[in-house]
């Protein structure tokens, strides 16, 4: 006849009440009820089949059979305490900074690192900044961003295209959409206006800035106007249809997202995986190294057509 699995918890009830042998003194320890000391210790007795303890008068003492597996349970119990802290210290902390704009495309493959490698912690900070300089900021690893970056890993090229809520209807006339700009000036989108319509230039008329690019594209799923965001950002929500390209044409800027990783000899395997996980992820799955799964195109994108809210300037 199978013996039912030992209650784990009560272990330790009794290592504690076997020291003080006193409920209310173990009670306390392990804030817990006498009641529930008691009832724990009454389980463990039922388990081995024999009691662990003796009431008298004073107090309590251990049985001849508590006696002998005191020492033993605690043996058993400190070697189990300490290798479980030897695989908590194996777990590797990597602290990730990296700008607000890249957030939608990096947190998905955060929780995806973190499911495939437990023994990975990554705790991540946010910042409006670009940059990282690890010689005065505590972190393991940094996303950074911009066109003067050379050292690191290429994570991605920007390249901008226009897109709307998947709502909107692409045919209607939007000659009075909001354009929405991820900066307190017009630059993505003059660029991307510039690559669209070289020969007749477009005016804005109606605009909104924001301080982020990922505020911008939320605003455009919202449905309050057309955004300028980097078509990496907002694949997935592309590809699940919270936004639509309404052109095809994207015009790459000449900046890019890379990952740069700290020199760290204590850390050196755990950010190593990190490393490779964010950087090839393709690999994983049998693809060729670079390869990324486009979205798909929406029914209503339009081949380098004006979307009849965009009309040329002709005063």
């Known amino acids: 006849m199978s013996r039912s699995a030992l209650p784990f918890n009560t272990v330790e009830t009794f290592l504690v009440t076997a020291r003080h042998l006193n409920l209310t003194h173990a009670a306390r320890e392990l804030c817990l009820t006498q009641g529930a000391v008691s009832r724990q210790i009454a389980a463990l007795e039922g388990w081995f089949g024999f009691p662990l303890f003796e009431r008298h008068a004073r107090g309590l003492r251990l049985s001849p059979q508590g006696s002998a597996l005191y020492p033993e349970l605690q043996s058993a119990f400190g070697r189990l305490v300490t290798v479980a802290e030897q695989a908590r210290q194996q777990q590797t902390v990597v602290r990730l900074k990296a700008p607000t704009c890249a957030i939608r495309w990096l947190v998905p493959k955060l929780v995806a690192i973190e499911q495939r490698h437990p023994e990975l912690q990554i705790a991540l900070t946010t910042t409006t900044e670009h940059s990282v300089n690890f010689k005065t900021e505590p972190y393991d690893a940094a996303i950074v961003f911009g066109t003067h970056h050379s050292a690191g ?6 390249a901008l295209t226009p897109v709307i809520s998947g709502s909107t209807p692409c045919d209607a006339r939007l000659d009075g959409a909001t354009f929405l700009h991820p900066t307190r000036d017009k630059t993505d989108w003059s660029l991307w206006l510039t690559h669209f319509s070289p020969d007749a230039p477009l005016t804005m008329r109606k605009n909104q800035h924001f301080d982020t690019m990922d505020l ?6 919202q449905g309050l106007g057309i955004a300028i965001a980097d078509a990496t950002l907002v694949a997935e929500d592309l590809r699940v249809g919270r936004l639509v390209r309404p052109f095809t044409l994207s015009v790459k800027t000449g900046a890019s997202y890379r990952l740069l990783v700290r020199a760290s000899q204590s850390k050196a395997d755990g950010l190593a995986r990190f490393r490779e996980e964010l950087v090839n992820p ?4 049998g693809a060729s190294p670079g390869e990324q799964r486009q979205p798909r195109a929406h029914k209503a994108v339009l081949q380098l057509k004006p979307h009849p809210f965009m009309q040329p300037d002709t005063q």
């Open 153 to 158: 890993d290429l994570l991605f090229e920007e």
């Open 216 to 221: 911008a594209i939320t605003a455009a799923m």
């Open 282 to 285: 393709a690999s994983r799955d």
